[in-house]
């Protein structure tokens, strides 16, 4: 155990460790020390931070706590010393701080508490995770939760809310995650008794799959409306043609609402590799040039959502990359608007090219399905498009099972077909060809 006078030249002296945590009490103050930690965040860079502690075991228990006071540089060693001091008054009284400060806590209502568990979503989930938490925690749960005690939330409160969104089962079921994942982070933080998570016993909407995949027909549309798109320029996609304030009424439309538009080329480039690697959007529009390898034929992902991924690299997506220009100092694929940027955002230049298409219903995620349902129709088998995709689990690929080759649909024709023959007074021996054969049956 290191034991150290802390003052501000020894606390200043002590040394980060790479990916290292340890402590120092002080020698003068029993139960006053500083925890010296170096991590690697989510978004890989690296987090150093000194922090003040208190220990102390309380009367009468062998249990040992343990609880942080301040940050090194907001609070000084001689604060620290004078709070640390309080708290160990306090306990040498009999009384516990920790259990005091789980109280204070505990008086928090959701929309107090709400930012610190903001904060540690952010810090360890995936920035678009993160961003959804966000947008769910801001439109549904401060308005309906927001005002209550943490430990006040019940089941009850939050099946209300889970019942105002039941005609949107994703979104309603997004909302339980998100909570179940709040009311678990204020049981760790002493907020609310860890066993206590009113989330439960609520029972998720069934979800119907969001599948569309498209038609050589819809792709040959789409292809058109890309090639105008970026030739001769395309009008706005209707959502954006009138004013926000009285989207209803033609008076209040743009003046250049129907001004054919060129998209820009980084934009389009960013549609067609969705379509042709089956990527995801974020996967794309972030893809850096390092991550590519013409020579093996592979996309090689850092970052995605199922972790680090090896992605095959078709001809044609390839033909399309060599093609694009590399801008100096910038390492992304799809430079964006801003320097050493890469391109942010597509979905106005993708809602112009799939209403040309006639495709409004189209999300860009539906790419990604299109594209495996090619390979799938085709008859390859789960585990190769499992590997295109990148998915993790095999279940998440068995969705497009059912567009294989099946042998029992097969069957199902020509039995439908023989019977089908008699009711049209076919001959029997007519009937009888289409019947599969013992060979056939195997």
Same mark, same amino acid.
């Given at each position: 155990?290191?034991?150290?006078?802390?003052?501000?030249?020894?606390?200043? =002296?002590?040394?980060?460790?790479?990916?290292?945590?340890?402590?120092?009490?002080?020698?003068?103050?029993?139960?006053?020390?500083?925890?010296?930690?170096?991590?690697?965040?989510?978004?890989?860079?690296?987090?150093?931070? #000194?922090?003040?502690?208190?220990?102390?075991?309380?009367?009468?228990?062998?249990?040992?706590?343990?609880?942080?006071?301040?940050?090194?540089?907001?609070?000084?060693?001689? /604060?620290?010393?004078?709070?640390?001091?309080?708290?160990?008054? =306090?306990?040498? /009284?009999?009384?516990?701080?920790?259990?005091?400060?789980?109280?204070?806590?505990?008086?928090?209502?959701?929309?107090?508490?709400?930012?610190?568990?903001?904060?540690?979503?952010?810090?360890?989930?995936?920035?678009?995770?993160?961003?959804?938490?966000?947008?769910?925690?801001?439109?549904?749960?401060?308005?309906?939760?927001?005002?209550?005690?943490?430990?006040?939330?019940?089941?009850?409160?939050?099946?209300?809310?889970?019942?105002?969104?039941?005609?949107?089962?994703?979104?309603?079921?997004?909302?339980?995650?998100?909570?179940?994942?709040?009311?678990?982070?204020?049981?760790?933080?002493?907020?609310?008794?860890?066993?206590?998570?009113?989330?439960?016993?609520?029972?998720?909407?069934?979800?119907?799959?969001?599948?569309?995949?498209?038609?050589?027909?819809?792709?040959?549309?789409?292809?058109?409306?890309?090639?105008?798109?970026?030739?001769?320029?395309?009008?706005?996609?209707?959502?954006?043609?009138?004013?926000?304030?009285?989207?209803?009424?033609?008076?209040?439309?743009?003046?250049?609402?129907?001004?054919?538009?060129?998209?820009?080329?980084?934009?389009?480039?960013?549609?067609?590799?969705?379509?042709?690697?089956?990527?995801?959007?974020?996967?794309?529009?972030?893809?850096?040039?390092?991550?590519?390898?013409?020579?093996?034929?592979?996309?090689?992902?850092?970052?995605?959502?199922?972790?680090?991924?090896?992605?095959?690299?078709?001809?044609?997506?390839?033909?399309?990359?060599?093609?694009?220009?590399?801008?100096?100092?910038?390492?992304?694929?799809?430079?964006?608007?801003?320097?050493? @940027?890469?391109? #942010?955002?597509?979905?106005?230049?993708?809602?112009?090219?799939?209403?040309?298409?006639?495709?409004?219903?189209?999300?860009?995620?539906?790419?990604?399905?299109?594209?495996?349902?090619?390979?799938?129709?085709?008859?390859?088998?789960?585990?190769?498009?499992?590997?295109?995709?990148?998915?993790?689990?095999?279940?998440?690929?068995?969705?497009?099972?059912?567009?294989?080759?099946?042998?029992?649909?097969?069957?199902?024709?020509?039995?439908?077909?023989?019977?089908?023959?008699?009711?049209?007074?076919?001959?029997?021996?007519?009937?009888?060809?289409?019947?599969?054969?013992?060979? @056939?049956?195997?």
């Amino acid at each position: 155990m290191a034991v150290a006078n802390l003052t501000k030249r020894s606390v200043d =002296a002590l040394q980060f460790i790479k990916g290292g945590d340890y402590l120092v009490w002080d020698q003068k103050l029993r139960g006053f020390g500083i925890r010296v930690r170096e991590h690697a965040g989510n978004d890989g860079t690296i987090q150093r931070r #000194k922090t003040f502690v208190v220990g102390y075991r309380p009367r009468g228990s062998r249990q040992y706590r343990r609880f942080s006071i301040g940050i090194y540089g907001p609070m000084t060693v001689e /604060q620290a010393r004078i709070e640390a001091l309080k708290h160990l008054s =306090a306990v040498s /009284q009999g009384d516990d701080p920790l259990e005091a400060k789980r109280a204070e806590r505990a008086a928090k209502t959701v929309r107090e508490f709400g930012d610190q568990f903001v904060s540690y979503v952010e810090d360890r989930r995936k920035r678009t995770t993160a961003r959804e938490y966000r947008r769910l925690w801001t439109r549904h749960v401060l308005p309906a939760l927001g005002a209550k005690k943490v430990t006040e939330v019940s089941t009850a409160d939050v099946q209300r809310l889970h019942r105002s969104l039941r005609e949107t089962p994703y979104a309603a079921n997004r909302l339980i995650a998100l909570l179940s994942t709040f009311f678990s982070f204020a049981g760790r933080e002493g907020v609310r008794a860890g066993h206590e998570n009113p989330t439960r016993s609520i029972e998720p909407y069934p979800e119907a799959p969001r599948e569309r995949f498209l038609t050589a027909n819809e792709f040959r549309r789409l292809g058109e409306a890309l090639t105008r798109a970026e030739r001769d320029g395309l009008p706005a996609a209707p959502r954006y043609r009138r004013s926000p304030k009285s989207p209803e009424t033609a008076k209040h439309r743009t003046r250049k609402a129907d001004v054919p538009i060129k998209a820009n080329p980084f934009t389009i480039a960013a549609i067609r590799l969705l379509i042709l690697t089956g990527c995801r959007e974020g996967e794309i529009l972030s893809l850096r040039w390092d991550a590519v390898d013409f020579e093996r034929g592979y996309l090689r992902l850092a970052d995605t959502k199922t972790g680090r991924s090896v992605r095959p690299l078709s001809l044609s997506a390839a033909e399309l990359l060599e093609t694009l220009p590399r801008l100096d100092r910038n390492p992304f694929v799809l430079p964006g608007a801003k320097p050493g @940027e890469h391109l #942010k955002e597509i979905k106005r230049v993708w809602y112009a090219v799939r209403h040309a298409a006639g495709l409004d219903e189209v999300r860009l995620h539906d790419l990604r399905h299109s594209f495996a349902s090619v390979p799938a129709s085709s008859g390859e088998s789960l585990l190769i498009v499992r590997t295109l995709l990148g998915h993790r689990r095999a279940s998440t690929t068995e969705r497009y099972a059912h567009l294989g080759d099946d042998p029992v649909k097969r069957a199902a024709d020509r039995a439908a077909g023989s019977i089908a023959g008699w009711l049209a007074g076919q001959a029997s021996a007519t009937a009888a060809a289409a019947q599969p054969t013992r060979q @056939e049956l195997g």
